[in-house]
């Protein structure tokens, strides 16, 4: 198990400069196509073009720049999903769709980046410390949609947090069968069981005498 060299986050590091982006970038093609224990350091600053002493100007290790690699991809997959609660959907359909986007989203990053999708589940210990920042977007993605259901009266929620954490943890463990086609034949397939999961857990029930008032 590698030793990994914290990086601050991304999303905080507005003034990443552009160099060190495309350092990751470079990376992130050469770990896909190499694999990480394929790809050196001589290697990252030869197709980069910047040369080892940039490289190392930004990066201390291999390690430090896969770490990079994730947490940028982790990222662009928050970018995506912040989206959906400022959709004009209903919160049933929005609650569907983040799943089915965060899923999506997984499944293509580990294609999209070949040989590097062995590191994604080896180093699983490195993946979850990376994706913390992205955990964090989808609560609090889950909560905003949640409580927009409420105040229009279309949910019905006793425990928000608790019912954020669940509906997290459940779409983590559906990661691994997703990107294995191990969810039916396709999407159409356990969509409408997903929605009306959702239904059930958190639709609010018309009560006779509230029909009365």
């Not at 590191?119 to 210990?125: H, M």
Request: proline share 3%; net charge positive.
């Amino acid at each position: 198990m590698f030793e990994y060299t914290l990086l601050p986050t991304f999303a905080a590091d507005m003034g990443t400069p552009k160099t060190r982006n495309k350092l990751i970038d470079v990376a992130r093609r050469l770990f896909a196509k190499n694999g990480l224990d394929g790809t050196t350091m001589n290697d990252i600053a030869i197709a980069s073009g910047k040369g080892r002493r940039t490289l190392y100007t930004y990066f201390k290790s291999k390690e430090d720049v896969f770490y990079a690699v994730i947490e940028m991809e982790m990222e662009r997959m928050s970018e995506r999903l912040r989206t959906i609660a400022d959709k004009e959907l209903e919160p049933e359909d929005k609650l569907v769709q983040l799943v089915y986007t965060h899923l999506s989203l997984i499944k293509e990053t580990v294609i999209r980046n070949g040989n590097l999708r062995a590191e994604f589940f080896r180093d699983i210990w490195l993946v979850e410390k990376v994706r913390k920042n992205f955990d964090r977007t989808e609560v609090e993605i889950l909560q905003k949609i949640i409580m927009q259901g409420i105040r229009q009266g279309k949910l019905d929620v006793v425990n928000i947090q608790l019912s954020v954490e669940i509906i997290h943890y459940c779409i983590k463990g559906l990661e691994v069968p997703y990107i294995f086609g191990r969810l039916g034949n396709s999407i159409q397939t356990s969509r409408p069981m997903v929605k009306q999961v959702i239904h059930r857990a958190m639709a609010k029930i018309e009560r006779p005498d509230e029909e009365m008032d």
